[in-house]
């Protein structure tokens, strides 16, 4: 089975502060994305990465980047949290031609 | 235009009937398509995918894939109050390249 892991499943920030959230998987593959959800809005993808040191915007980067020095693990960083950056946030990967799978996700609240 | 559109509910079914759910995609170039059940507070959970025209089943679940209709539905069987959850459908492939594209999904309830 997949495994997807975020580092926290709960998280809660101040505002200004440089947050960083993690994500592993286990099973070497080339995909990896970052996406948060907030009610009402679905699903919207932040940023992407097809391979390690690569890594592509999505539809709402803005106030974000990543990074994916090794293959297993993607980062995502808000460089300086904002309250409107509270939200649920999914990390998931795929190899090509397969099913996507998530993690457990990280609820994220910045006061 | 929403690239893929699912049917607006939320949807309210009695338990043991069958729940329709139903999308549909813009760009005739996507070749896989996913179901993905979300319940309240977690992630998404994959539960169906579809790669050619036709049905799939799988257990209590039938997924139906029409490209010429560029039409995507789920079909739940004697369904059951833990299925009630958020429905999530993605299109994959075309000009997203690399990612999925979802729907913005649908609230099934399942009622007693």
């Known amino acids: 089975d997949v495994k997807v892991t975020q580092s926290s499943r709960y998280l809660v920030k101040r505002t200004g502060e440089k947050v960083f959230l993690e994500c592993v998987q286990d099973?070497?593959?080339?995909?990896m994305f970052w996406y948060r959800q907030d009610p009402g809005l679905g699903l919207r993808l932040i940023y992407f990465s097809y391979d390690v040191k690569m890594k592509e915007k999505g539809d709402i980067p803005e106030g974000y980047s990543v990074s994916r020095e090794k293959k297993e693990r993607f980062s995502l960083i808000l460089e300086s949290a904002s309250t409107n950056q509270t939200s649920m946030y999914l990390c998931?990967?795929?190899?090509?031609?397969?099913?996507?799978?998530f993690g457990d996700g990280t609820r994220l609240s910045i006061l | 235009q929403k690239e893929v559109e699912q049917n607006s509910g939320p949807l309210s079914v009695p338990e043991g009937a069958i729940a329709s759910l139903n999308c549909t995609y813009s760009d005739r170039g996507s070749q896989s398509f996913f179901w993905y059940r979300q319940y309240s507070g977690k992630s998404p959970e994959l539960i169906m995918s579809?790669?050619?025209?036709g049905d799939k089943e799988d257990g209590r679940f039938t997924a139906q894939l029409n490209k010429a209709s560029q039409y995507v539905s789920l079909l739940i069987r004697d369904s059951q109050p833990s299925d009630s959850a958020t429905y999530l459908c993605a299109a994959f492939g075309g000009t997203s390249y690399g990612k999925l594209t979802f729907g913005q999904g649908t609230i099934l309830t399942v009622h007693p």
């Open positions: 998931a990967s795929r190899t090509e031609m397969q099913p996507q799978h």
């Open positions: 579809i790669y050619s025209n």
């Open positions: 099973m070497d593959h080339e995909n």
